[in-house]
């Protein structure tokens, strides 16, 4: 699976394992909703300073963001 | 440390572990030589693509480009 799409995916999991909306995730990263929604369905080739962003937001290493066999959302 | 300077360390220490230069590491993987020496210079804030992209070239997975505390150049 493409590192975009994987990176999408592990930000949906981490985002509904903490209860957190679209849009409060956006919030807390200084980030637009519709840019975290598009990061989520992997049509955004993020960089590394904002995809680090994201993951600090979540509180999660961002190594975790890029591990496929963890995934168990995408539904 | 920055995740794009410690991304940039190991992409050198890894381009050295394989004895290639900058111009050989950007040519397998279809980028500019001056662009792979800001990259190890952590000047750039590279997308996930990319990123992908010489990581795949030095045949490591991705996820080895953000561990710190393996790093062992920056000499």
């Not at 909306?21 to 989520?40: F, N």
């Amino acid at each position: 699976m493409n590192i975009i799409r994987i990176f999408g995916l592990r930000v949906r999991h981490y985002r509904k394992l903490k209860s957190l909306s679209q849009e409060e995730l956006a919030d807390l990263c200084d980030l637009h909703r519709t840019y975290i929604g598009s990061v989520e369905r992997g049509e955004r080739n993020i960089t590394l300073l904002n995809a680090e962003k994201i993951a600090q937001s979540l509180g999660e290493p961002l190594i975790s963001f890029f591990i496929e066999d963890g995934e168990r959302d995408g539904k």
